[in-house]
């Protein structure tokens, strides 16, 4: 089953690169169409699950309060004396469940927020048109948000901070990425991993935030994390803090996902991690390609872990695999 998941990898131009790892074994690690194993990838929109972590360190270290934070206690220069009632009860929640009630600066409002000159105060400004926690908005504002709020509370860079708390643990480079005009790196975007990086940042949440022996990341905060505070109107997928959730043949899986085909999947009840990455500049066939990528977990991935192998729920699917 596995090979056959790396054969059809292989013709889902423009995927790159697929791992597997089970358990404390990487059983599967492929690379096509030039990709190598040492080359850094942009993961997009994965970026702001990197994120969901240091949140959590920061609740635990005191940086942070909780999720019950308020916006106007955290950003309080920022909203420029913006109080309407509504905007006042966003919380830290809301930011992190993309819940926020606010505007969003993802999608045709992309543009225009990295062209303003403060992007804080430009996501805090957008209009509100739900109340908080009624709608999904995913907005890149919101996470880039926590990067700014991080690196203050931090008193230090979001890479060094998080170099220092997390990642040079778990030997996954921070490179510099994007800033915006006032120095804060972009939260939310242009992050860049390997793909074996990308699986040890998965590793440490399969294991409930333990790695090297340590707890390195509050195991309440990987729950809260893969809870199911929303759901997106556009993809029926649900939404925790910066983790997606969908049912795959009958597995729950949590996962990261960035623009063009970068994904880390996690399926927790077989101790299951997959990383999927897909070529930015060749993009045939795109508005099929993520959809052919949960067919190629659901299909061959699972199955090859589960006791009753069962995929009946995938047979229709096979053809868009070519099988």
């Given at each position: 089953m596995l090979a056959r998941?790396?054969?059809?990898?292989?013709?889902?131009?423009?995927?790159?690169?697929?791992?597997?790892l089970h358990r404390d074994s990487l059983v599967t690690?492929?690379?096509?169409?030039?990709?190598?194993?040492?080359?850094?990838?942009?993961?997009?929109?994965?970026?702001?699950?990197?994120?969901?972590?240091?949140?959590?360190?920061?609740?635990?270290?005191?940086?942070l309060g909780g999720p019950e934070d308020q916006l106007v206690d955290l950003f309080p220069a920022d909203l420029d004396g913006d109080r309407e009632p509504e905007k006042v009860q966003v919380t830290l929640h809301h930011l992190l469940s993309m819940t926020t009630g606010m505007e969003g600066t993802s999608f045709r409002n992309y543009g225009p927020w990295v062209s303003s000159r403060n992007w804080v105060r430009h996501a805090l400004a957008r209009p509100m048109v739900c109340a908080p926690g009624r709608c999904m908005t995913y907005s890149t504002g919101n996470t880039h948000l926590l990067s700014v709020l991080l690196s203050r509370r931090a008193g230090t860079d979001l890479i060094s901070w998080g170099r220092a708390v997390l990642f040079d643990e778990l030997e996954i480079s921070l490179r510099p990425w994007d800033r915006d005009p006032q120095g804060h790196y972009l939260g939310g975007n242009n992050m860049r991993f390997t793909p074996r990086e990308l699986m040890r940042f998965g590793r440490l949440f399969l294991d409930s935030g333990r790695a090297n022996g340590r707890q390195?990341?509050?195991?309440?905060?990987?729950?809260?994390s893969w809870n199911v505070y929303t759901r997106s109107r556009?993809?029926?997928?649900?939404?925790?803090?910066?983790?997606?959730?969908?049912?795959?043949?009958?597995?729950?899986?949590?996962?990261?996902?960035?623009?063009?085909?970068?994904?880390?999947?996690?399926?927790?009840?077989?101790?299951?991690?997959?990383?999927?990455?897909?070529?930015?500049?060749?993009?045939?066939?795109?508005?099929?390609?993520?959809?052919r990528v949960y067919d190629l977990l659901a299909c061959y991935v699972i199955p090859a872990f589960r006791e009753d192998a069962g995929n009946g729920s995938c047979h229709w699917r096979r053809a868009s695999l070519g099988d």
């Amino acid at each position: 089953m596995l090979a056959r998941a790396v054969a059809h990898a292989e013709i889902l131009d423009p995927l790159n690169s697929l791992l597997i790892l089970h358990r404390d074994s990487l059983v599967t690690e492929a690379y096509f169409r030039g990709m190598q194993s040492d080359r850094p990838v942009n993961v997009k929109s994965v970026s702001k699950t990197i994120l969901s972590p240091l949140v959590g360190i920061a609740i635990r270290d005191s940086l942070l309060g909780g999720p019950e934070d308020q916006l106007v206690d955290l950003f309080p220069a920022d909203l420029d004396g913006d109080r309407e009632p509504e905007k006042v009860q966003v919380t830290l929640h809301h930011l992190l469940s993309m819940t926020t009630g606010m505007e969003g600066t993802s999608f045709r409002n992309y543009g225009p927020w990295v062209s303003s000159r403060n992007w804080v105060r430009h996501a805090l400004a957008r209009p509100m048109v739900c109340a908080p926690g009624r709608c999904m908005t995913y907005s890149t504002g919101n996470t880039h948000l926590l990067s700014v709020l991080l690196s203050r509370r931090a008193g230090t860079d979001l890479i060094s901070w998080g170099r220092a708390v997390l990642f040079d643990e778990l030997e996954i480079s921070l490179r510099p990425w994007d800033r915006d005009p006032q120095g804060h790196y972009l939260g939310g975007n242009n992050m860049r991993f390997t793909p074996r990086e990308l699986m040890r940042f998965g590793r440490l949440f399969l294991d409930s935030g333990r790695a090297n022996g340590r707890q390195l990341v509050p195991w309440e905060w990987i729950d809260q994390s893969w809870n199911v505070y929303t759901r997106s109107r556009w993809n029926g997928h649900r939404y925790g803090y910066l983790w997606w959730t969908r049912q795959m043949n009958g597995e729950t899986v949590r996962f990261a996902w960035g623009y063009g085909g970068q994904f880390l999947f996690l399926v927790p009840r077989l101790d299951l991690g997959v990383v999927v990455t897909s070529s930015l500049t060749h993009r045939p066939d795109d508005a099929r390609h993520n959809p052919r990528v949960y067919d190629l977990l659901a299909c061959y991935v699972i199955p090859a872990f589960r006791e009753d192998a069962g995929n009946g729920s995938c047979h229709w699917r096979r053809a868009s695999l070519g099988d």
